[in-house]
């Protein structure tokens, strides 16, 4: 059995026009628009698609207000969801969708998951080669500026979850998910395969244990796409919640925006890649582990510096005045 990846993710949100905005400047290609529903794409065929709450094929929601109600994983093939199926068939939950293409079940935290076989696509983009003291690959040539930002795949989703410990415990037994890091009794970084990026899955239990959503999260090529997609968002008026900024334990660059359909979203590029050798680390959780360092309000996408700090005078920044 082999999950691959998020396919699908669902959000309950009943300001479309909010939606429709946010959702294209984030780089999405728009596949839906109408009353019912919002649908859009990442670069390899990842569906995000947007409901109006009340709608009564959405699972239940797991905390009031807009927020994710179904996420929907892919597997490899045919035989890995007829034995996801025999793992999850005896659940109280289990539902058999689209002629059984798409099955699934309620996680401890009250969050409908499904599967199905991965129905995204391959792609090939180019990506910024990074010059360091003992290879550089990039000669002769410069590396990238974006205007923007266009998501290859929705990569990771955190939900804060009533109790960590019965909930990671879900995935890995259930769905063969597999630890990479955790904050003891606080947090687990989950990955889906043994060979993967630092985590597909991350569960969060606060202090006052509650469920809901904290991010989803949106793979882009390299770090230039996450500051040019960041900037360009800040440019059209969208307010950010941290970042740009780095994480120490996935070593990924990021940067949080909030997001009208719910909690919050992040561009993110160059995580760890982990394989079977990978033993989960333990970590206590604080401001220092989730940024290594991180900018407070966004960049200004017409200054280039951070927000509200002021724009450069003069061409050269060494002008003297």
Same mark, same amino acid.
């Given at each position: 059995?082999?999950? +691959?990846?998020?396919?699908? *993710?669902?959000?309950?949100?009943?300001?479309?026009?909010?939606?429709?905005?946010?959702?294209?400047?984030?780089?999405?290609?728009?596949?839906?628009?109408?009353?019912?529903? +919002?649908?859009? &794409?990442?670069?390899?065929?990842?569906?995000?698609?947007?409901?109006?709450?009340?709608?009564?094929?959405?699972?239940?929601?797991?905390?009031?207000?807009?927020?994710?109600? &179904?996420?929907?994983?892919?597997?490899?093939?045919?035989?890995?969801?007829?034995?996801?199926?025999? @793992?999850?068939?005896?659940?109280?939950?289990?539902?058999?969708?689209?002629?059984?293409?798409?099955?699934?079940?309620?996680?401890?935290?009250?969050?409908?998951?499904?599967?199905?076989?991965?129905?995204?696509?391959?792609?090939?983009?180019?990506?910024?080669?990074?010059?360091? =003291?003992?290879?550089?690959?990039?000669?002769?040539?410069?590396?990238?500026?974006?205007?923007?930002?266009?998501?290859?795949?929705?990569?990771?989703?955190?939900?804060?979850?009533?109790?960590?410990?019965?909930?990671?415990?879900?995935?890995?037994?259930?769905?063969?998910?597999?630890?990479?890091?955790?904050?003891?009794?606080?947090?687990?970084?989950?990955?889906?395969?043994?060979?993967?990026?630092?985590?597909? +899955?991350?569960? +969060?239990?606060?202090?006052?244990?509650?469920?809901?959503?904290?991010?989803?999260?949106?793979?882009?090529?390299? *770090?230039?796409?996450?500051?040019?997609?960041?900037?360009?968002?800040?440019?059209?008026?969208?307010?950010?919640?941290?970042?740009?900024?780095?994480?120490? *334990?996935?070593?990924?660059?990021?940067?949080?925006?909030?997001?009208?359909?719910?909690?919050?979203?992040?561009?993110?590029?160059?995580?760890?890649?982990?394989? @079977?050798? =990978? &033993?989960?680390?333990?970590?206590?959780?604080?401001?220092?582990?989730?940024?290594? =360092?991180?900018?407070?309000?966004?960049?200004?996408?017409?200054?280039?510096?951070?927000?509200?700090?002021?724009?450069?005078?003069?061409?050269?920044?060494? &002008?003297?005045?």
């Amino acid at each position: 059995m082999k999950v +691959l990846g998020i396919d699908e *993710i669902v959000y309950g949100a009943d300001d479309f026009d909010a939606c429709r905005g946010f959702f294209s400047d984030w780089g999405l290609a728009v596949k839906r628009d109408d009353a019912q529903g +919002l649908d859009f &794409e990442t670069l390899n065929g990842c569906r995000v698609l947007v409901r109006k709450t009340g709608d009564a094929s959405l699972p239940p929601a797991i905390e009031d207000g807009p927020t994710l109600r &179904e996420v929907v994983w892919g597997v490899d093939n045919e035989a890995s969801l007829r034995e996801l199926r025999e @793992a999850i068939a005896g659940e109280a939950t289990f539902v058999s969708l689209e002629g059984g293409a798409r099955i699934g079940c309620t996680d401890p935290n009250g969050l409908a998951v499904r599967f199905q076989v991965s129905r995204k696509h391959d792609v090939q983009v180019d990506c910024a080669l990074m010059n360091t =003291w003992n290879d550089k690959p990039r000669m002769n040539q410069r590396s990238p500026i974006y205007e923007r930002a266009v998501p290859i795949e929705v990569g990771h989703v955190v939900f804060f979850v009533k109790d960590v410990k019965a909930t990671e415990q879900f995935y890995v037994d259930k769905f063969g998910f597999c630890p990479s890091d955790r904050y003891p009794d606080r947090g687990a970084f989950l990955r889906c395969a043994q060979e993967g990026g630092h985590h597909d +899955l991350f569960l +969060l239990q606060l202090p006052q244990p509650r469920s809901g959503l904290n991010h989803v999260a949106f793979t882009v090529r390299d *770090i230039h796409e996450v500051f040019g997609g960041g900037m360009h968002m800040s440019r059209t008026g969208w307010d950010t919640q941290l970042g740009p900024g780095r994480h120490p *334990i996935s070593s990924a660059y990021f940067w949080y925006f909030k997001n009208p359909a719910g909690g919050l979203i992040e561009y993110y590029a160059d995580e760890d890649q982990l394989d @079977a050798h =990978w &033993e989960p680390r333990a970590f206590e959780p604080g401001p220092t582990m989730f940024a290594e =360092w991180a900018i407070e309000g966004g960049l200004d996408g017409n200054t280039r510096r951070q927000k509200n700090a002021g724009g450069p005078e003069g061409k050269f920044l060494t &002008e003297k005045r």
